[in-house]
DNA sequence: AAACTTTGACATCGATTGATGTCAATATCC
DNA sequence: GGATATTGACATCAATCGATGTCAAAGTTT
């Protein structure tokens, strides 16, 4: 970065201050510029979501959005930088999306039981989980499981996220088990055990090919939620004759 | 590979046939690239359950082991090679150990009534699983976390032992809900799931520095079994009172 | 001891990649 | 229309890595 001052250099005015040019072709700089970072988390997404982070260079991410290569530097630092902001991305849209669905279970739901409205609290945020990566793959393998796998960069975004999602569940299981803890039971090993059964349940879920169907996976996934309630509330289990009943 | 016939290429006999040399300083060939074998794969889980296996060439293995680079091809084809045998010889010994413990758990509840038997037998397993990983957590790194990433060679490695230790849940659960798919459950999904916990809670373990403890951890997720159980076999909690006691 | 094999340390080669630079063509402002 | 900024295609450079080769020292067999 070197000073542009138009009466500086000794005598010599020859170095005049740029001009900013502000819009080019209608639209101005920083639209261009987010623009183009657009097109390379496209890009990004397809490449990372399909072959995998450690498969993909700069190069092919900048062929994928058909941009010179100069212009990944101008938005990230690194292939890593990428893929933490597309990361954060799916992320910020996931979380978004699972608090509206929340929010409109809980609504729905206000003026109900307890066990009626947590029940449905646990649906629908697993049928916003599951559509999601139904509706595009790619963000499971983003998501689900190279975030993990890359080292300390990404690595701590990953754990904090993942952390973040489990005190959600922490936080939606204490309502359920009232005093739980006064039994011996750690409720954070129990939120990370049923995060650990969404994610993967997902996971196996996109590799099979999206077999069983929506319904049955989001059933069955439920069914973990409603059997850890039904067990340390000691009542009989949810109605299973309603919700369970197999339309296969 | 040229053929060191004594008495062929016309009429040099120059090239004679090279002597076989069965053992050096006491020990016969084969047993000396069997010890060679084992340096690398020592060095191998060394390197990859520390750093990843992204972050690790040929060369660190290599001097992890005191080999030179070339009795690195000696005994594997590429570093995927490495990565794959290490990951079936961990399984190996996990799935050893398993079996052993639940041989024993079987003896020992033979008498019982099957719930008795069903809980010391998942006990017995988680059992295993988590010393498994506490006894050495690079362990973990590996099976847990690297092995699922890695492209299309170990991929479906990995994706068939995940398989394998899915249908063994899977049956093992056919025993605890015996008419399930009547009820419009789908045993597979719930086995991926209970698998699915299983996985995240000892890999969040290892992160944490193995906390909270032990029995802490093996109670929690023995109790996901056990409500799961509970729920569907439609009976009253199992003894928490006796099985879950805090000693903390 | 001679002939040969095995071992170990190191060199080398080709390919790839991240990162930066070059330069002409195009668009914009004065 | 001229000066400047922006864009795009491509070149270049240094570093790294996998894979193979070289060569002398040490060990073994006859």
Redesign the pocket.
Known sequence: MKK?NSVSDGDQP?????????????VP?AA??AQ?RTLLLDAALEAFGTRGYHA?????ICAGA?????????SF???EALFSALYLQLNEQLKTATLAALMVAQLKTASGPDRERIDALARAGLRVLLEFIRDDPRRARVMLIDAISISHGVGRISGQITREYAELTQRFIEQLFPNADARGIDIGVIATGLLGANIHIATQWVRDGFRPSFEVVLRNNLAIYQALSAFWSGLQPLDTAASAKPPV
């Open positions: 542009n020859a170095i005049r201050a740029p001009r900013a040019v502000p819009s080019l072709k209608g700089m261009r510029v183009r993909v260079t700069v190069r092919e058909r941009l010179s290569e100069r212009y990944f530097y101008e630092k690194s292939l």
